[in-house]
Nanobody
């Protein structure tokens, strides 16, 4: 059973960089055919895919967030991370890390609430 756990600060000030980590257990982030994504859901809105890092380390980003988003990984600790720069209150959301396989998401983290406020 693969488990994902998000971690990071729950409150970020406007213009700062939001940094979150996802610790994965029960499976390796380098397993061929897997992809590891960050998805968010602002209050009252739908899910928004932000970007992903694949098992081979390549990254893909949502065009609307690409200029502010960076996803990286630490294979020794089986973690991957999200950095979102220049945040505004519109970046307030529940942030989820997920695993994808065969073009579908099969595991989700429980999510972590991030609020952008001064």
């Amino acid at each position: 059973q693969v488990q994902l756990q998000e971690s990071g600060p729950g409150l970020v000030k406007p213009s700062q960089t939001l940094s979150l980590s996802c610790t994965v257990s029960g499976g390796s982030i380098t397993t061929s055919g897997t992809d590891w994504s960050w998805i968010r859901q602002p209050p009252g809105k739908g899910l928004e895919w932000m970007g992903a890092i694949l098992a081979d380390g390549s990254t893909y980003y949502s065009p609307s967030l690409k200029s502010r988003t960076s996803i990286s990984r630490d294979t020794s600790n089986n973690q991957f991370s999200l950095q979102l720069s220049s945040v505004t209150p519109e970046d307030t959301a529940m942030y989820y890390c997920t695993r994808g396989r065969d073009y579908a998401i099969d595991y989700w983290g429980q999510g972590t609430q991030v609020t952008v406020s001064s």
